[in-house]
Every structure is written in C-alpha cells, then in structure tokens.
C-alpha cells in the first residue's frame, strides 16, 4: 500500500470510529481522544493562506493546457482542501470535542477521493506532451507525465500535513507516528519519498523542483 493510500485509510476510519463503529482488529490500540479541545487549534494553517496558495495552482492550471477533466477534478480538489481548513475556522466554540472536527475531516476525505480520482484518469489518459510543454522541442529531463506527477504533489501536501495534525489530536495513542508523519511531510526529499513508496515509482524517481521553469508550462 502507498502512502498516499495509508492516509485515505486512516481517514475513513477515523470518521467511521466517531460515528461510533468499532475500530479495525488489528489497530488494537486505537483510542479516540477523550475530553475537550481549545479552538483556534494550534499549528493549523489559516485557510486564506491555504487559499492563497491554491489559487497560485489553480491559475497555473487554468493557463495550461491540461485537459478539462484534469482540470475539473484539480478545481474541485483544492476547493475541498480550501474548505476543510474554513471548516475548522468556522466551528463557532471556543472549547469542543474531537465530534467537532467531523465536517473538516468529511472535506478532507473528499479531496483525497478526487486525488485518486484524479490519479486514476491519469492512469488511463496520460498526460500528453503537448499538455505541458508549447512544442516538442522543448528538452527537459523530466516526461510530462513526471511533471504532472510532480505538480499534484507539492499541491497535495498541505492537505497531507492538515490531516496529521487533526490525527495527532484524535488519536493521541499514535502521537509518535503523527509527529514522523508531519516531519516527513515537512523534509526537502518528502516528494521524492512519495514517489519511491508508490507501487510503480517513476525509473528516474529523483524529482526536485526543476528551477526556473514552470510545472505546467503556460499557453504562449
């Protein structure tokens, strides 16, 4: 299993344990967090922030020439993403019970179901070279497909690290993993972690930022 699947897993039973069904036999130690939580939660990104950094994406995508349903489900995931972090914001209590984190978490999972969404129409229509390069001339050490891959990562990490601190709170049991969890997420090779932990890693899995050129290249 992948690590991005790892984190679709815990997050649906997570939502399952506080809508009361038991956890699964073999987390034998899974023990959601009793008593009270203080709003504003501490460490959490503010959601214009977040905002702010998705349209920065968005417009990046919007100006590619990535095809609609790759843009469609791309809109729709960091809206999710966007409202998860509004969600938290907007819980109207200064003192809550991990009950009150429902609604992000709810906006959470729908964001990683449009990923593997998305991931999966990427499986079946990859990504063309002309969907992110202006002609084939262009030479460039990474295939379009890698780039695309590249650019839904970096675009899905504040949404990873969200969900770990959330996790960290409800879950307390797991503290140490959560916090391995967050310092990997926060480390300069964390993508180049990812891509190695997937089943079918890229053979050239060395993805650092290409410098001095966009991710998606724009319409001329």
């Known amino acids: 299993m ?6 679709c897993d815990w997050t649906i039973t997570v939502r399952k344990c506080l809508d009361g069904e038991p956890p699964p036999s073999h987390l034998a130690t899974f023990h959601l967090k009793k008593g009270c939580i203080q709003f504003p939660l501490v460490g959490i990104e503010p959601s214009s ?21 790759r843009k469609e489900l791309y809109r729709k995931f960091q809206c999710r993403v966007v409202d998860a972090h509004a969600a938290v914001e907007e819980v109207g209590v200064s003192t809550g019970t991990i009950s009150t984190l429902r609604e992000p978490l709810a906006q959470l999972q729908a964001a990683l179901d449009l990923m593997e969404e998305l991931n999966s129409y990427d499986e079946k229509n990859p990504v063309h070279w002309f969907e ?10 990474l295939s379009p497909k890698d780039l695309w891959l590249h650019f839904k990562l970096e675009s899905i990490r504040p949404c990873l690290v969200f969900l770990v601190r959330l996790l960290k709170l409800i879950l307390p049991d797991h503290l140490d993993m959560w916090i391995e969890c967050e310092a990997s997420l926060t480390r300069k090779e964390w993508i180049r972690q990812f891509i190695l932990d997937s089943p079918n890693p890229p053979e050239d899995a060395d993805l650092a930022r290409p410098m001095g050129f966009d991710l998606i290249v724009r319409q001329a």
């Open 132 to 141: 992110v390069f202006p002609t084939k001339d262009v030479k460039f050490h």
């Open 2 to 7: 992948s690590r991005f699947a790892v984190y």
């Open 49 to 69: 922030c977040v905002a702010e950094f998705y349209q920065k994406q968005l417009d990046e995508v919007d100006r590619s020439r990535l095809d609609d349903k």
